[in-house]
């Protein structure tokens, strides 16, 4: 393959030779213009990149995480037998349509938040309730554990039950 051609790049006047043909300098000119042309496109193309760039980045995210993610088809789209390929890149949107594309990443995330939120309020709900549950049912743990000791106390204020009376009597029943 030949190297890059960069001499249509360059702005350089007709050599002494071609000084006073017309031609040369028709063709000078013309490359000046094309080489204006061209910077005028690239100043263009980075004002664009500026004001729609973050957009489409943002819409090109969200549509290769819905291509990849589990569930989203990107298994099914691949072809029998090539169960390992990724499916095509999808194209990215075009320039005029980022602005709504951002306009539908900014609703999604808050349609998103809105329901997390709505989980976050049951889930709490669920949570306060298990907790009543069970302190009632600690209580009543605790009044069934005092009525099956029966009132036994140690000298330090444990608690002795059915089991140590037995052990006790057992104990003092033997010669």
Do not use: I
């Amino acid at each position: 393959m030949p190297p890059l051609d960069v001499t249509r790049y360059q702005l350089a006047a007709p050599g002494p030779d071609k000084a006073h043909d017309p031609a040369a300098w028709r063709a000078a000119v013309d490359n000046a213009q094309a080489q204006l042309e061209h910077q005028h496109n690239r100043v263009q193309n980075l004002e664009l990149m500026l004001k729609y760039g973050p957009n489409t980045w943002r819409a090109q995210v969200r549509l290769r995480a819905a291509r990849f993610l589990p569930g989203s088809g990107a298994a099914r789209s691949a072809a029998p037998g090539q169960a390992g390929c990724l499916p095509h890149r999808p194209p990215l949107p075009p320039w005029d349509a980022a602005p709504l594309q951002n306009q539908l990443s900014e609703a999604l995330l808050s349609q998103q938040e809105a329901e997390a939120a709505v989980v976050k309020r049951s889930t709490d709900a669920l949570n306060r309730e298990r907790k009543l549950q069970q302190t009632s049912t600690g209580l009543e743990l605790r009044r069934l554990e005092d009525e099956w000791a029966g009132g036994w106390r140690l000298s330090g204020g444990e608690r002795v039950g059915g089991a140590a009376r037995g052990c006790r009597m057992w104990h003092s029943s033997r010669p």
